[in-house]
């Protein structure tokens, strides 16, 4: 028997999904829009989030939200590499963020935007990452990923900049970053599904996900965890 065709297993869908990544996060990023670059990603990725999250389809979510997350991300941090002055214009105080993440790297300054550095804000982006999925099928959940994501990749680029090494790359992103990210991803479409699919039963949605739940909070928590304590170690250049 032939098997119902379903759009978010189809490449197109795939290829789509990368080609809005690359054109809702290069062309605001080169114009120097730092509030609609992350409200246009947000919400182009939301859609895509939906097409599979409606029919359940978890696999598709999280291979889409990731797909997005590595291609905006590549392009942030190549801008940034080859022309920082320009990339600045589209975070806000983004002369200032490259400024403390040098300082922080070079003088053991303190991580800029860290749990330690700033624990109210790192709250804030927990809750709205999980409660702002879970009250908005994902779209406010997925400014906030989209936010934390960009920001990752802006810090890499300028320290990717200073090194002049591409083999660095796994200094200039750290774990700790990509353990957030990756947690806060998984965490917006398994959170999304409560609205998007309409199944609106919180406790039989939470029985059927909470392994997948558990899964991503873990990772989140890893990764904060680390930020926590790494970055005072975290100087292997020069």
């Known amino acids: 028997m ?16 990368a080609f809005f990544a690359l054109l809702t996060t290069g062309l605001p990023a080169v114009m120097g829009q730092p509030r609609f670059m992350p409200f246009i990603q947000a919400v182009v990725l ?4 939906a097409i599979s999250v409606r029919r359940g389809d978890m696999r598709s979510g999280l291979a ?29 105080n983004g002369f ?17 935007g860290s749990i330690t550095a700033e624990p109210a804000a790192a709250l804030v982006e927990m809750v709205g990452v999980i409660l702002g999925s879970l009250l908005t099928g994902g779209l406010v959940g997925a400014w906030f990923l989209v936010r934390m994501a ?4 802006f810090s ?8 002049d090494d591409p083999l660095l790359l796994f200094v ?13 991803g998984g965490l917006v479409v398994v959170c999304s599904e409560l609205l998007l699919a309409g199944r609106f039963a919180l406790g039989e949605w939470f029985r059927r ?11 989140f928590g890893v990764g904060l965890l680390a930020e926590a304590i790494l970055p005072a170690f975290w100087h292997f250049h020069g």
């Open 150 to 153: 960009n920001l990752a990749a």
């Open 64 to 92: 889409v939200v990731f797909l997005w997350l590595t291609i905006s991300m590549t392009v942030i941090l190549l801008l940034t590499w080859f022309v920082p002055e320009q990339l600045e214009r589209a975070f806000d």
């Open 156 to 163: 890499a680029g300028h320290l990717l900049g200073i090194f």
């Open 209 to 219: 996900r909470r392994r997948l739940l558990a899964i991503f909070a873990a990772i």
């Open 2 to 17: 032939e098997r119902a065709y379903q759009l978010s297993r189809d490449p197109a869908y795939f290829l789509m999904a």
């Open 172 to 184: 200039a992103l750290p774990v700790w970053s990509i353990l957030e990210i990756a947690g806060a």
């Open 46 to 49: 939301t859609i895509f989030l």
């Open 96 to 112: 200032m963020q490259r400024a403390m993440t040098s300082e922080w790297y070079f003088a053991n300054s303190p991580l800029p």
